[in-house]
């Protein structure tokens, strides 16, 4: 056998392009496969149509690439990630297709396409997103030995605690109580650390959570989860500029809406000048957390982090 | 050291009664602390609130005390059975504020009570049954010793699928689909296998999974399950029953009302006498699979199947 050849000095650079462009690969035929499929596990009277209508074709997936990057970044279980990433995407489109319902925010477009309870009905959109948070906790544990119980258990925890009235639920909560009142700086920080913040934490955590337990030292782990809860704060900052600065073409949903329903905002606190230096920073918290996290392959992470904030919608 | 008296022969005998205000003072008094418990994890804007009023002080708590049954037949690990019976009734608790809402069945009575959406109101209701859905998950994954991985993985595996799209998400859809339609008798039995049958099924084996892996030997897993099957189907049976034999006010819920709204139910189907019959066939299968078991302690889960059938609410 013939030594190997020396190879040239790396000329790699990391492209989020085509980074994402390989991991939504992969999550999209995941999601296809695991959401409801008709030839797999069929659901009954079109509840399975409904599902897979929330969730396919449409997304920025902005949650399952912060799994697969955090993933990554420890060098985990990429399976483990991979079910994490679609468990993690399946909560974010049941909470919205129950935030479109007529009682909630009453939204007729979302993505470009109409919303699911237009499209289906309010009685199936319900069950849709009742079953979508259910099949988010079925993928998390699947009955074979590609994950280990103890990430299976760990993996439930994280995503229940996230979803729920001490994560986004909770945020929810919040938000629909504050409509037309105004709220302090804490307050609305308070509502979307939350409301959007826990789930876009969360998918880094998960995604770390996929790795060996001696990468998710306490250090790892602290300086993760400060880069989760700055980029999950930045994301709704950009979210409250882009609501005022774009139009529902590029965004796919309607634009100005906040505004119109008399929904705080960071852009109504601070400005919108203010709040566009705002996410600036909380970028480069996120960036500066990661450094010191001591890992080595965060290029996704922090990739992901300048997407986000420099995102057009 | 004495040598231990000799004691009389037993005149022990189980009496339900007894047995079912133990197992409830444990279900109610885990259920008021784990259920957003205001001195312990409040949820913020009113949410904890809709969630306790949802949960506490009603119902029958049946599928808590099948769960603690079964683990009981097995000699399983309490504290895990606890906190199945407290998932299982939180998903069952969703399922009905969900079911309530005026885009499923309109409902304003409850267990004698407003309904939580006209107490809390419609928003508030969905994000409290949402909550719900994803507290359950979470008391199955406690972060301490008390319930090994390899089970809360296992637990968590079972309600998903019991919850969603395969389970009570997808019998909730074949109703929905069925509401003016006539029904063969293996449509009606699928959808009750599904709305109903799923959840009580489960709680039967949520309580064995609790077990050692020895005491849930396929054969018993196998009488446990057909056992489960019987009893559900039962319970609707005796529920289509009921609601034509029973006024509101021994219910609890309104009467009458799926004649009213034109379901197909057993009593339609087969008539009254009939369904009456097919109850009693049902409750002969069960304690008929749960003697194949072979398991000794099954006193429990005899004496909850013949209350289920012969009750009057």
């Given at each position: 056998?013939?030594?190997?050849?020396?190879?040239?000095?790396?000329?790699?650079?990391?492209?989020?392009?085509?980074?994402s462009a390989q991991q939504l690969a992969a999550v999209e035929q995941a999601l296809s496969r695991w959401v409801a499929c008709p030839s797999n596990a069929p659901a009954p009277a079109g509840l399975g149509d409904a599902m897979r209508y929330a969730v396919l074709d449409g997304g920025k997936r902005l949650r399952p690439l912060l799994v697969m990057a955090a993933c990554e970044a420890v060098n985990g279980n990429a399976h483990a990630a991979l079910r994490s990433a679609c468990a993690v995407e399946l909560i974010h489109a049941y909470s919205l297709v129950h935030d479109d319902l007529p009682c909630m925010d009453n939204d007729v477009l979302?993505?470009?396409?109409?919303?699911?309870?237009?499209k289906f009905g309010q009685a199936q959109a319900l069950l849709a997103g009742d079953a979508l948070q259910a099949l988010?906790?079925?993928?998390?544990?699947?009955?074979?030995?590609?994950?280990?119980?103890?990430?299976?258990?760990?993996?439930?925890?994280?995503l229940a605690q996230a979803a729920g009235f001490q994560g986004m639920a909770g945020g929810q909560a919040i938000d629909l109580a504050s409509v037309g009142r105004p709220l302090t700086s804490a307050q609305l920080h308070e509502m979307h650390r939350l409301k959007t913040g826990a789930l876009l934490q969360a998918s880094v955590m998960m995604g770390a959570a996929c790795g060996t337990a001696s990468l998710a030292a306490p250090k790892v782990q602290s300086a993760l989860r400060d880069y989760g809860a700055a980029v999950g704060l930045a994301f709704q900052?950009?979210?409250?500029?882009?609501?005022?600065?774009?139009?529902?073409?590029?965004?796919?949903k309607t634009a100005g809406k906040d505004a119109a329903q008399d929904k705080p905002t960071f852009v109504s606190l601070l400005g919108l000048q203010a709040s566009k230096d705002y996410a600036q920073q909380l970028l480069a918290q996120a960036l500066a957390s990661l450094e010191s996290s001591g890992l080595r392959n965060t290029d996704a992470l922090q990739a992901l982090a300048d997407m986000l904030v420099n995102r057009a919608h």
């Open positions: 056998m013939n030594a190997p050849e020396k190879l040239p000095p790396s000329t790699f650079r990391f492209t989020l392009s085509a980074w979302r993505r470009g396409k109409p919303t699911v309870h237009v988010a906790f079925e993928l998390l544990t699947p009955d074979d030995d590609s994950v280990d119980a103890a990430t299976q258990a760990r993996l439930c925890r994280m900052v950009v979210d409250d500029v882009l609501d005022v600065t774009a139009d529902s073409a590029t965004l796919g």
